[in-house]
Nanobody, 114 residues
Framework: QVQLVESGGGLVQPGGSLRLSCAAA????????MAWYRQAPGKEREMVAR???????YYVDSVKGRFTISRDNAKSAVYLQMNSLNLEDTAVYYC????????WGRGTQVTVSS
């Protein structure tokens, strides 16, 4: 059973924007925290943004001021608006709860390149 489906990635030039979407099964979406993670080539997966059920957000320094996480509780969906993208944002992006469930989605590839 598919529990996490990410979409919205693509190829974008530096300075561009993308909006990622994640459809989550209710059993995962009901977690207190939902988050976006990313894994760049040759690097470990890292959390970049999280949001509570009440909508409180947290961002790692590298994306603060550029990325915005949001959620739609009626749709069990989480979003990541990414602006001012740079080369270092190139990665596969995943959503999951905190702590993350063992089963991850396939992720969505974001490539920032000129």
């Amino acid at each position: 059973q598919v529990q996490l489906v990410e979409s919205g990635g693509g190829l974008v030039q530096p300075g561009g924007s993308l909006r990622l979407s994640c459809a989550a099964a209710e059993i995962i979406f009901s977690s207190y925290y939902m988050a976006w993670y990313r894994q760049a080539p040759g690097k470990e997966r890292e959390m970049v943004a999280r949001i509570t059920r009440e909508g409180n957000t947290y961002y790692v320094d590298s994306v603060k001021g550029r990325f915005t996480i949001s959620r739609d509780n009626a749709k069990s969906a989480v979003y990541l608006q990414m602006n001012s993208l740079n080369l270092e944002d190139t990665a596969v992006y995943y959503c999951n709860s905190i702590p993350p469930r063992d089963s991850w989605g396939r992720g969505t590839q974001v490539t920032v390149s000129s």
